[in-house]
């Protein structure tokens, strides 16, 4: 299978840039990295790029390819159509640093805002004790490799620019992992509905659908919680029994 | 913290500078370097991290198995001391006896400690940390979370720092250590967005920058490791020990050629994967070494028994230490019986002939496995063999620290994780890695908080600061004068020379060859030219990143020559047999006052009495 595939690759920086055309050899199992590296090593060797584990672990080479979020790593030359040329160019939700590479800082920005981890008592022998079902529950979200392609996916962030009010799939499936981590006691539900603006979340399930740990955002994470928000604020008897509480 | 600049030259090309200010400056932000912020920060002074990458990504994350400790969920023989034997055995007792001894008292108290910070682990029938078998280790021991522990771990130690206030520098490289004097007292980095310089200012310097694995061709390891730690070290005139050790892991990928070397998890033999040549022969049985034989099962039958937890089964060979299944593998390919890619073949879908269910069970206890070889290479783990071989994977050898404090033979200066050595000797044993870096990041995080507790501030020597930043930006100016060879091919280069010259089967010529060649690269390094601006240059960061990789390629070829011996990790077709006096002695490479790097053999301290007793007893 030796033969050449055609990369159109963003090139720019803030300021602006265009595509760039290389054409690379293509072996057995390549993947759209292997190719990037290529062009980098060859042709042009200050392309930036972000990766480190190249084997889908790490999350750091996400990008556009053919228009899809995709992690750069796992997608293989073989499944895309090598005839036209593969467009590759940088997520859409952050800003650009330079080529391929994005600020995506905000993201470690919001993880700070989530409350962290708060533990039940150990039991008396100072160990913890939990069912191997209950620790399977969140094992899901517990995969997420922090690759942002949700974030970039989510129309919420990418066409409506709301990262001010809304923490976006990848941090709601976060909070998912503590609410309903078998240890855990902290509440964020009212977060969820104010801070984090799960509300936003209108279920379209693109974040589902690109996520590399085929983790099942939508409906697994954000569902669950929005019920929670739901139970809380919406409920008509809940609110009754509070009126009643706080009383005349 | 204080922010301030210093200009530096006038031209577009100029080293500015910007400050930071802490009292421990942490370089590195896998588990080591996490863990050890933690404490420092626990201990109530400032800490700055510094990584090459983004948070999180560090190489901990590929760590698959788990992470070994005595905690005796699973089997209640269990407990430190058998630990601290395997620990041992499996170094072939060149370990710092110390170290061996705090880290396997310490490991279970840090895995609690985890599991308090959120970190989820299987769990035993009664609620308990599971644990699984491991090559080298007597019992059941590696806490685990189905084959992504590593994950578990990093995130568990990210997400518990950004709560307490550690600043984070993000796609940061620190290319020299700074001193007043004797003493450490900060380091000099460039930021990869802009390329900026940035001088941070610190009472006490803890490097947690991982291994090597970029210095060959075929590695488990990602750009970032290319012994960062190691090379800053040395060049502050600590001593390095043990750099011929490199382990390669037997199991890497090996098809297709784009993704050769990725890990393939020990976690695969632990759960009843074994090794096959092309005849379909489990060829592990062929060859057990004596120091294991009372410990290997004597038939399939029995070893299989062990990974199902029998008690009185003892491991199969696949589970022997890592230098020597990789040893078998190589010894397979190289007389004809290897798999048609040059590896060998890893089966776990056998177990269907013995357990219900086997598809759902690998795939649940080894989901990361199945999905790398379903996206990667089209292979269905659960129904086809893997083809798979040795991996340049971690580095035993490193800076010779404290075991108390981890501090080295600078003042000030710290090391923790792959970049120090001592724990592992001459091989290190699946999940004890993960260990070491909780163990030990803990204690240098303490004691590198305590160190800057007593220390005045330093004072930062500018023209060393002007020199190296000038130095630094060398590769710009020879593109601009149309001179120079790119970073990649030398890059290159250098690999193919340690792979073939300085791999599993070392010999005297080879390395020798070997040691030429990194002079001829050494040479042409200093005259690499970079093309474009300083603005995230990967030619760049490849061309700085040299002189590190560089430095330990040096280390390790000069450190292989001078152990004329096979022992643990370090094979010489030449010197095959163990040799008794060697094994009494290591290996420590240091930079010699002419700046020509020294090699000397020192004696290895002898463990006392009662922790010799042990080593006895578990023999």
């Known amino acids: ?248 | 913290m204080r922010d301030g600049r210093v200009d530096g030259l006038e031209d577009s090309l100029s080293p500015a500078f910007e400050t930071q200010e802490y009292d421990v400056l942490v370089i590195g932000a896998g588990g080591a370097g996490l863990r050890a912020a933690i404490a420092a920060s626990a201990a109530g002074v400032r800490v700055g991290v510094v990584c090459k990458s983004l948070l999180g990504k560090a190489h901990t994350v590929m760590a698959e198995g788990g992470i070994a400790a005595a905690l005796g969920n699973v089997d209640d023989r269990d407990n430190w001391r058998v630990h601290f034997a395997d620990t041992m055995r499996g170094g072939q007792y060149l370990n710092n006896w110390r170290m061996a001894e705090i880290h396997a008292k310490e490991a279970p108290a840090c895995v609690r400690e985890l599991e308090a910070w959120g970190a989820l682990f299987d769990r035993t029938a009664d609620g308990r940390i599971l644990q699984r078998n491991f090559g080298g280790h007597a019992y059941p021991r590696l806490a685990h979370v189905g084959d992504r522990t590593g994950l578990e771990m990093i995130r568990t130690l990210q997400d518990h720092g950004v709560h307490r206030g550690i600043a984070f520098h993000m796609e940061c490289t620190v290319i020299r250590l700074l001193k007043d004097g004797d003493r450490v007292v900060g380091a000099l980095a460039y930021e990869r967005e802009r390329g900026r310089m940035q001088v941070f200012h610190a009472r006490a310097v803890i490097l947690a920058t991982g291994g090597v694995g970029r210095a060959y061709r075929i590695t488990s390891n990602s750009w970032e490791y290319t012994g960062d730690g190691q090379a800053l070290a040395y060049e502050a005139g600590a001593d390095l020990i043990d750099m011929e050790f490199v382990q390669f892991h037997p199991t890497g990928m090996v098809w297709p050629p784009s993704v050769q070397g990725i890990l393939v998890t020990e976690g695969v033999r632990g759960e009843g994967g074994v090794l096959r040549n092309k005849a379909g022969r489990r060829f592990m049985f062929d060859d057990i070494p004596p120091l294991y034989r009372s410990q290997t099962a004597d038939s399939e039958e029995e070893g299989w028994r062990y990974t199902q937890g029998d008690r009185n089964a003892r491991r199969p060979p696949e589970l022997l230490t890592r230098d020597h299944v990789a040893r078998c593998i190589v010894r397979e390919v190289k007389e004809g019986r290897g798999s048609p890619h040059g590896g060998v073949y890893l089966d776990i879908a056998w177990i269907r002939a013995k357990i219900p269910h086997a598809a759902e069970h690998i795939k649940r206890k080894l989901p990361s496995m199945y999905h790398q070889f379903q996206q990667l290479a089209s292979i269905d783990i659960t129904e086809e063999a893997m083809e798979v071989g040795p991996t340049t994977h971690y580095m035993m050898g490193g800076v010779r620290v404290d075991a108390e404090t981890q501090m080295s033979a600078v003042p000030g200066l710290f090391a923790v994780g792959e970049c120090a050595a001592g724990l592992h000797g001459a091989n290190r044993l699946g999940g004890n890695s993960l260990s070491d870096l909780l163990v030990f990041g803990k204690r240098a995080g303490e004691a590198a908080a305590q160190f800057a507790g007593q220390q005045r501030a330093g004072q930062i020597d500018t023209e060393a600061v002007e020199t190296a930043a000038r130095r630094a930006l060398g590769p710009f100016d020879r593109a601009a004068a149309g001179k120079g060879e790119g970073p990649f091919e030398l890059q290159a280069e250098l690999q193919n020379a340690m792979q073939e010259l300085v791999g599993i089967v070392r010999r005297e010529d080879e390395m020798q060859h070997a040691l030429e060649k990194i002079a001829d690269l050494k040479h042409r390094a200093a005259r690499v030219a970079v093309f474009g601006n300083r603005e995230y240059n990967p030619g760049w960061h490849t061309a700085l990143d040299l002189a590190s990789l560089l430095t330990v390629a040096e280390a390790i070829t000069s450190a292989a020559l001078a152990r004329r011996e096979s022992r643990g990790a370090h094979f010489r077709d030449d010197y095959p047999q163990k040799d008794e006096a060697a094994g009494r002695t290591q290996t420590v490479v240091r930079r010699g006052p002419d700046g020509a790097m020294r090699v000397t053999r020192e004696p290895v301290s002898q463990p006392p009495e009662p922790l010799r007793a042990i080593i006895e007893e578990f023999k």
């Not at chain 1, 939700?93 to 994005?102: G, I, S, Y």
């Not at chain 1, 709601?172 to 503590?178: D, E, I, Q, S």
């Open chain 1, 1 to 248: 299978m030796s033969r050449t595939g055609t990369f159109r690759v963003w090139r720019g920086d803030a300021t602006g840039g265009a595509f760039e055309t290389y054409t690379t050899p293509v072996a057995e199992g390549m993947v759209v990295l292997d190719a990037v590296h290529q062009i980098q090593a060859a042709q042009a060797n200050d392309l930036a790029v972000r990766w480190n584990c190249k084997a889908g672990r790490c999350g750091s080479c996400s990008a556009e390819i053919n228009g899809m979020p995709a992690l750069m790593c796992m997608t293989r030359l073989a499944d895309l159509p090598l005839e036209r040329p593969v467009t590759v160019e940088p997520l859409k939700a952050f800003p650009v640093v330079k080529d391929l590479v994005t600020d995506v800082s905000w993201n470690y920005e919001v993880k700070k805002q989530i409350k962290p981890f708060r533990p039940r008592p150990a039991d008396a022998d100072g160990q913890w004790r939990m069912a191997q079902a209950d620790v399977d529950r969140v094992m899901e979200f517990r995969k997420c490799i922090e690759c942002f392609l949700c974030q970039d996916v989510c129309h919420v962030l990418r066409n409506h620019r709301k990262h001010a009010e809304f923490i976006g799939p990848r941090f709601l499936v976060h909070a998912a992992a503590l609410e309903m981590h078998p240890l855990d006691v902290e509440d964020r539900t009212d977060d969820l509905r104010r801070a984090h603006g799960i509300g936003f979340c209108n279920i379209t399930k693109c974040c589902t659908t690109v996520c590399p740990e085929q983790i099942v955002i939508t409906d697994n994470a954000i569902i669950p919680l929005k019920e929670r928000v739901v139970d809380r604020a919406y409920d008509p008897l809940r609110a009754l029994v509070r009126l009643v509480r706080r009383g005349p």
